[in-house]
């Protein structure tokens, strides 16, 4: 059910930003200790502003009103991913090269699960980085649990 809610509101979505210079990262949808929450993740080039927010989620709530889509209680969320974003292709990797990430991988290389350095070249399969310690490394995408920018 949940995931017919997300699609619908995905495809609302995808029309909907391009229009206002802004793309969607992610949509959840799920249920906390007050109920159920929507989360809208918006992004944009030159970043989100709260006029943004309130935009999407002013054309969101009516669309969801409208269209009855949620069919019980929900609180509206709407902002961007955050400074410390996940990366969660390699794309995304491409586009932050020259930034701060901090990655975890499934399987200890020299025992060691976590690493943090600036994203390097990235590849169609490979992502370099520069870690603190002045040394280089190199992962594929699928060697990571976890993956998002750090500060």
Not at 9 to 23: K, S, T
Not at 60 to 68: I, K, N, R
């Amino acid at each position: 059910m949940s995931e017919l809610i997300v699609e619908k509101i995905e495809a609302y979505l995808n029309e909907l930003l391009p229009d206002m210079g802004l793309a969607l990262f992610e949509v959840q949808f799920r249920t906390e200790t007050h109920g159920w929450v929507l989360r809208i993740f918006i992004d944009s080039p030159d970043g989100v502003s709260l006029d943004h927010c309130s935009k999407v989620s002013r054309e969101l709530g009516q669309y969801l009103d409208v269209e009855e889509v949620i069919e019980h209680a929900y609180s509206l969320e709407v902002s961007s991913p955050g400074l410390e974003r996940p990366l969660r292709s390699i794309a995304e990797f491409s586009k932050y090269t020259g930034k701060k990430a901090r990655v975890k991988v499934h399987s200890a290389i020299d025992g060691v699960k976590i690493f943090e350095g600036v994203i390097g070249d990235v590849g169609e399969e490979k992502i370099n980085m520069t870690l603190a310690d002045g040394s280089s490394m190199q992962f594929t995408y699928d060697m990571f649990s976890k993956a998002r920018l750090a500060i």
